[in-house]
């Protein structure tokens, strides 16, 4: 079973805000004593922060799911609900967090840095703080807001002054066991070092830190041996001491050609842009400063092979050292050069800035003007050819989450909350029309619905029952399809009765209406029929009269 892990994917998720309650106090004598819901609690934070104590982040690896706790829901009485109980996860020093994407979010250097991974959801509010001099009694609550939910990296990334490379079986370990108190598993086979080794150093009045890093092969920089599990290590080391094997009994190796192999290998690697060097921004990592340490010189051939790269190595600009990690041979000279490099490494560090005197924040005046730039924006987009209007920000993607849709009165509350941020004034602006869909929010958690203005007074002045909002009583408003749908309908029935009064007038129909129009002084132009239609009509209708009277005399 793994030991040593320095890379996980953590899935993290911030507590649940309570909910606000609305409730009534109700005493003997006082049915309606006021409004005295509580407020929900607000949800737990994740919180990463540096331990000294910590290595690894093999806890991790086994439990990757971390939450933090619910806010508990708000009660009658005046009774708010407990936060949710905060999450500290305890990393190593180096550690650095990243998004889904790749993304560094933080670099978590020193004891004590911490960063907030998920923040817990706000508690909603009980209708007691909802209160007002207008709204003496809301019947609803708000709702609490669910927590930060993510998908993070952590990578551990060793913090050293000094990085020793050089391929496996070159003595690295050896030579850290030298030189420091650290006791790194020492054994005659390839990849003997599976994880980082660090040892402090020191030098006369200079005290650093070295790391021994897993064994380099060409291809590392492609993920080859163990890769960028090896590079990962060395991006925040100032200086690189190359371990260079001299006793090597592999006929197709040799000190130059290992050297080559290892610098190729460390041009190939892309550093990631938050480890500046020394203020001077991103150093690639064959471009830092680099010692040279021929090791393993207390055998024959080792000298002698020593002697031969010797020349040509400080030919290129190199300090070369030969040393012996088992005899302790030239190990004073390597650590006193890596010593003022680490001295020179820190002297170019910016200094500290002094702190500068706490900011006075002042709050906002009430009366300043609604809209304000940031809060919100609105985009016009298309949706099946036709507009749609898209409102993204902070604060009303917020009151969205906190609305409970099923009560009139919350609906109306948060109209009235979006109209005073400037929400209603700036879709006129943008041409949006009664009917037209916004929605607020993203694509998979936003709220669409039908804009419809609100009135100029708020629903805190429209009366009606608690919980009810009489601007939410007209829930059968057609729709746009609804209106066109209609509007064919009523074509379509003109359309028949059109058909149908010219039918009629063709056959003659409304030739007894014709000799009413006459007898009632209507002349023919008016009605616009011919007089051949009326003179027949005339007969029938005198004929008609005629016989009617007949049977009215004989009666």
Request: proline share 5%.
């Amino acid at each position: 079973m793994a030991a040593f892990v320095d890379r996980v994917v953590l899935h993290v998720s911030g507590g649940h805000g309570g909910h606000g309650v609305a409730s009534v106090k109700r005493e003997k004598f006082k049915p309606l004593g006021g409004p005295d819901g509580g407020n929900g609690g607000d949800g737990g934070d994740v919180t990463l922060v540096v331990d000294s104590q910590t290595t690894t982040l093999l806890s991790y690896h086994h439990a990757p799911h971390r939450h933090g706790g619910n806010g508990g829901p708000g009660m009658g009485d005046f009774r708010n609900g407990g936060n949710g109980e905060s999450l500290t996860l305890s990393v190593p020093d180096g550690t650095v967090v990243k998004d889904a994407e790749g993304n560094i979010l933080a670099d978590l250097v020193g004891h004590g840095a911490s960063f907030v991974a998920a923040e817990g959801g706000m508690g909603g509010l009980g209708n007691a703080a909802l209160a007002s001099a207008k709204r003496r009694a809301p019947g609803f609550a708000l709702l609490g807001i669910p927590g930060d939910e993510r998908d993070i990296v952590l990578e551990l990334k060793s913090v050293a002054d000094v990085a020793l490379v050089g391929f496996p079986s070159a003595g690295k370990s050896s030579l850290i066991a030298s030189i420091s108190a650290a006791r790194p598993k020492i054994a005659d086979y390839p990849f003997t070092t599976l994880v980082p080794n660090l040892g402090v150093v020191q030098a006369g009045d200079t005290r650093y830190t070295v790391a021994d890093v897993p064994g380099l092969i060409p291809g590392a920089s492609e993920g080859k041996g163990l890769g960028l599990e090896f590079l990962r290590h060395v991006e925040r080391c100032a200086a690189l001491v190359h371990v260079l094997d001299c006793g090597s009994l592999e006929s197709d190796r040799d000190p130059l050609s290992d050297f080559e192999a290892i610098e190729a290998e460390l041009a190939a690697y892309a550093v990631e842009p938050t480890f500046a060097q020394g203020g001077q921004g991103v150093i690639p990592l064959n471009e830092r400063p680099r010692l040279i340490a021929l090791n393993k010189t207390d055998l024959p051939d080792g000298q002698d092979m020593a002697d031969m790269v010797r020349s040509t190595l400080e030919a290129r600009g190199l300090r070369v050292f030969e040393v012996s990690a088992v005899s302790h041979k030239g190990l004073d000279p390597l650590k006193f050069a890596m010593a003022d490099l680490v001295r020179q490494a820190r002297e170019r560090l910016p200094e500290p800035e002094e702190i500068a005197e706490p900011e006075v924040v002042r709050p906002r005046s009430v009366r300043s003007r609604k809209g304000r730039s940031g809060e919100f924006e609105i985009h016009r987009e298309e949706r099946n050819l036709e507009p749609l209007f898209r409102v993204r920000g902070i604060k009303p993607e917020r009151w969205v989450a906190q609305t409970d849709f099923t009560v009139d009165e919350a609906v109306g509350y948060l109209a009235d909350r979006l109209n005073r941020l400037g929400v209603e004034d700036e879709l006129f602006k943008q041409g949006a029309k009664p009917g037209d869909a916004v929605v607020i929010g993203s694509d998979d958690n936003g709220v669409v619905f039908d804009w419809e203005p609100t009135m100029a007074a708020g629903a805190e002045l429209l009366g009606g029952p608690r919980g009810a909002d009489l601007r939410m009583e007209d829930r059968d408003r057609p729709t746009r399809e609804d209106k066109r749908r209609d509007y064919e309908e009523r074509k379509a029935a003109r359309a028949a009765t059109q058909a149908d009064l010219a039918s009629e007038r063709r056959t003659g129909v409304w030739a007894v209406d014709q000799e009413i129009n006459r007898l009632a002084g209507i002349s023919d132009d008016e009605t616009g029929t011919s007089d051949e239609t009326v003179g027949s009509g005339t007969a029938d209708y005198a004929d008609t009269t005629a016989g009617s009277g007949s049977e009215d005399s004989h009666g």
